[in-house]
């Protein structure tokens, strides 16, 4: 299939005849002359080729090494003419062809197909094709590209690129192609250069701090030490090449370092948004949701059906997907709160006084959600397409930063600010932080307890029902997600103190970088049950978390 | 009429469970005749031995729930504990009729080891494997306690720590690298002492020696009752620091409870594995220890046969019901829990009390409304 689709594509080139550039006009006249040369002739020709700028080279190049390149013989003296055979759409059609010289296609009964003959490059030319379409790649007019191409060239360590490197390097004009042209120029020179630039390189690569530089460097010191080395070392410059080596390696454990901690802020700002509902519910509130994990999962098929229902209405265009997620915040936040809603008015609130039997009673409600999802929705997971703003990444000195975690990162921040305005700042916030210390004292001054206790459980429902959303976009939606979680957020809420918003923040960014460190060293199932046991531990030495609740009053 | 005291009551419950169990059901079992209404087939006496052995688990619960008060959600830790520590001893029985015909067990063949690791060589002796049932979650409870009681951990915290320690080694145990099996855990069982393990006469026995069990533990409830210690248990249940304030280390005394109630429960997960042929991490999921506490809530905490009606009636209605309405059977359990919790809150054993009480409470406006009726 993908076979055919190489074909179409050329094909497809081929019959955009007017806008053949000039770039690819010359491309077409090598090409033809190197298909008709023979022995050093046509090898320097195809080399040649590396100069033209045309997009067309690599797919000739390709069709000629697969044999898809016909001979059609002239009459009398004339030179023959140069085909492209393209493979037919159906099993079992003829072949169609196209004059190479100007992509013109040729007519089924002016040839005769049997008289054809197929062009074979010589053994020497063959060799030079991957380095051909390698250098054309070096003349891109895209930066990146180009870049990546002087890099990936020097990395090769071949001799006979090596010059061609040294010649670009001085008619290019971009500073991030020359520096790459340089670091790959160096990393060739440690194979093949004189003693001066041996020294040269190892300096360049030691400032450059480069990565790709790292493995060649070790060569040359494994090389030195077996003495292998074209020029043998004094000690002053083993001594420098070994310095270079751990200046570059100390770069990698830093950019490590940088990444690991990336990531543990990211996974613990989804552990944080899925703990401050939990943070409300449980920590303010005293109520053991242990359905929690369920409104999560209320927010993730809340961003599947806003997904379905925009694709329904929009047909799937790209407008809809990059804009259903924008939707789906809201939609989720709200539907979770009116389960959480419809939870506490039914079940919970008969419950206050009885915090453990609220955790019983809200394990059955946990255990009917999601058998209902299932019944519902279907027992295979659903899949929540990512607006594509959300995909692609950052490069910053060497460490990645992916567009969804700097995203969650961010939408942790805004949740956390938003609540901790909604409870210190505002009339509403006063009165949960009343009703949650003192419920009887808070009813005697007017407060009508029922009602905020409905309004708090059911906003607790609803930031679980946000982090739904986000969880949504780093997996499949499926009936058991909140259930992953709900182990971890009680931890985090519990190790960060309870009652205290500041602690689950912290406890959530401490557990998540943890986990992310410890990760490589002991793999991801240990490294999460070490967790585990280090918050066992962790609550030893402070049974009531990071920020206890001070009271004089025992229970 | 003779009035009898609430131990007396309870006492005649326990004889009549036992005779029930200990004696009827087997009886059932090997004279009744084939077909007839009073005969137990062999799979239904399986079935049973395994809803003992549940019973069992869920009365050493009610023993820290019930009569102490601390709610442990890793109590399937315990019980699974137990159960792979007699499941070590009987894969290593298997010898060479497993699938790989090796002196290794199957899954350490398949993983590709050479020799039985160190820690598995002891689990060739008998005796060695029931000090084991006894001692694995004993020791782990008593760390675990002694660490969670130490720092004062209780209520809500003890409860969730618990879970946090039953999902931590059921992550451990799902890895094949443990050296137990697995997610496949252990199963594929020839024989236990010597007998075959499948064969009727073998399950039977192992029925009869849970259901010896079973009510040894209700035996030993109702005495620690009636005790001074299980005064002091509930005393903590009721209030903790007037129990502390009057001199008792109450943390001594939940260690000692908690110990029992794991080494209890790990013998019941000894018990269950030759009877299912089965143990695997499942049992470990925090969700399993959880259908624990429902059994003893819908039974009733705090009662001495509650656990057992619960276990044997949750487990029943589970088998039931999935097999008739698969689709339905979590939101079933579901809605009795939640059912069970907001309007039973004494559970089954509770209903009669909490009938009457209501017939009391109503019983003037009933009055009312007869005499009403009788002067229309």
């Known amino acids: 299939m993908l076979f055919r689709f190489h074909n179409l594509i050329i094909s497809a080139l081929f019959l955009l005849v007017s806008q053949l550039s000039a770039d690819d006009t010359q491309a077409r006249e090598i090409f033809v002359e190197a298909i008709l040369a023979e022995g050093s002739e046509q090898t320097a020709l195809v080399e040649s080729l590396s100069t033209t700028a045309s997009t067309l080279v690599p797919d000739f190049l390709e069709a000629w090494k697969r044999g898809d390149i016909f001979l059609l013989e002239a009459d009398g003296s004339a030179a023959p003419t140069p085909l492209l055979e393209v493979e037919p759409e159906q099993e079992g059609g003829t072949p169609t062809y196209f004059r190479v010289i100007d992509g013109e296609e040729m007519a089924a009964g002016s040839f005769d197909p049997a008289a054809l003959e197929m062009a074979r490059p010589s053994r020497k030319t063959r060799r030079v094709f991957t380095m051909t379409i390698d250098l054309l790649a070096l003349s891109t007019p895209n930066v990146q590209e180009r870049a990546d191409a002087a890099l990936k060239l020097g990395l090769k360590r071949d001799d006979d690129i090596l010059p061609k490197l040294i010649l670009l390097r001085e008619t290019e004009t971009e500073p991030s192609v020359i520096e790459a042209l340089n670091e790959g120029i160096a990393v060739s020179m440690l194979s093949h250069g004189t003693k001066e630039g041996q020294m040269d390189a190892i300096q360049l690569l030691r400032d450059e701090n480069s990565i790709a530089g790292l493995d060649a460097l070790k060569n040359l010191r494994h090389d030195l030490n077996d003495g292998l080395a074209t020029h043998p070392f004094s000690e002053e410059e083993l001594a420098k090449l070994t310095a270079s080596i751990a200046s570059i390696e100390s770069y990698i454990s830093w950019t490590d370092f940088v990444g690991t901690c990336f990531r543990g802020l990211s996974l613990g700002a989804v552990l944080l948004i899925v703990a401050l509902g939990l943070a409300i519910t449980f920590g303010l509130m005293g109520v053991i949701n242990m359905a929690h994990g369920e409104m999560i999962a209320v927010g993730a098929y809340s961003a599947y059906i806003s997904q379905t229902v925009f694709y329904s209405l929009f047909s799937e265009s790209t407008f809809a997907l990059e804009t259903y997620f924008l939707f789906a915040i809201p939609f989720s936040f709200l539907t979770a709160a009116l389960c959480g809603f419809i939870l506490e008015r039914t079940v919970i609130q008969f419950l206050y006084k009885r915090p453990l039997e609220s955790l019983l009673a809200t394990w059955g409600v946990s255990l009917i959600l999601q058998q209902g999802f299932r019944l519902i929705f279907g027992a295979a997971n659903r899949q929540v397409r990512s607006p594509s703003w959300l995909l692609g990444n950052v490069e910053i000195f060497d460490i990645t930063f992916g567009f969804n975690r700097i995203f969650v990162i961010g939408f942790a921040i805004l949740i956390v600010f938003g609540t901790w305005f909604l409870m210190a700042k505002t009339p509403m916030g006063l009165s949960i932080r009343a009703v949650m210390q003192d419920p009887q004292m808070a009813a005697a001054m007017g407060i009508r307890i029922n009602r905020v206790r409905m309004m708090t459980f059911a906003f607790g429902s609803g930031l679980a029902g946000l982090a739904g959303v986000f969880l949504s976009q780093i997996g499949s939606v499926g009936s058991n997600l909140g259930q992953s979680y709900i182990v971890d957020s009680f931890m985090v809420v519990v190790a960060g103190g309870v009652g205290n918003i500041v602690g689950t923040v912290i406890s959530a960014l401490g557990i998540g970088v943890t986990d992310q460190a410890l990760q490589p060293l002991l793999g991801p199932v240990m490294g999460r049950i070490c967790v585990l046991v280090a918050i066992i531990l962790f609550l030893q030495w402070k049974p009531g978390g990071l920020f206890p609740s001070k009271s004089r009053s025992l229970d | ?376």
């Open chain 2, 1 to 376: 009429m003779i009035k009898f005291s609430e131990t007396q009551r309870s006492l005649a419950g326990i004889i009549a469970v036992t005779f029930f169990l200990v004696v009827a059901m087997p009886a059932l079992n090997l004279f009744g005749s084939e077909g007839s209404f009073l005969h137990i087939s062999d799979y239904q006496l399986n079935l049973w031995g395994k809803y003992l052995c549940y019973a069992v688990v869920a009365v050493s619960l009610n023993l820290l729930w019930g009569y102490t008060g601390l709610l442990c959600l890793g109590q399937g830790l315990f019980f699974a504990l137990g159960g792979y520590a007699f499941g070590m001893h009987l894969m290593l029985m298997i010898g060479e009729q497993g699938a790989y015909k090796s002196a290794l067990p199957d899954f350490m063949v398949f993983l590709g080891y050479k020799e039985l690791p160190a820690h598995w060589i002891p689990f060739k002796s008998l005796s060695f494997s029931l000090l084991a049932v006894l001692f694995v979650p004993g020791i782990v409870a008593g760390v675990f306690g002694f660490l969670a009681f130490r720092a004062r951990i209780k209520g809500v915290y003890f409860a969730i720590i618990t879970q946090a320690l039953t999902y931590a080694a059921c992550l451990l145990f799902f890895q094949n690298s443990f050296t137990f099996g697995g997610n496949n855990g252990f199963t594929d069982f020839k024989t236990v002492l010597g007998n075959e393990i499948f064969a009727p006469s073998t399950q039977r026995a192992l029925f009869f020696i849970s259901a010896v069990y079973l009510s040894l533990c209700l035996f030993l409830i109702w005495w620690l009752t009636k005790t001074k210690f299980g005064k002091i248990q509930r005393a903590i249940r009721d209030s903790e620091n007037r129990v502390r304030f009057s001199g008792y280390s109450t943390t001594t005394y939940k260690l000692i409870i908690f110990v029992v109630a794991a080494i209890m429960a790990g013998i019941a997960g000894a018990l269950y594995v030759p009877q299912v042929g089965i143990i695997n991490p499942e049992e470990m999921r925090p969700s399993k220890s959880l259908e624990i506490v429902v059994w003893v809530a819908v039974g009733g905490r705090a009662t001495i046969l509650g656990p057992v009606i619960g276990a044997i009636f949750v487990n029943w209605l589970k088998s039931y019901s999935t097999y008739h309405y698969p689709e339905y059977w979590l939101i079933i359990l579901g809605a009795l829990f939640v059912l069970v919790v907001l309007f039973m809150p004494n559970g089954i054993v509770g209903l009669p009390e909490q009938l009457k009480g209501f017939y009391r409470k109503h019983r003037f406006r009933f009055q009312q409304k007869k005499e009403a009726a009788a002067e229309a």
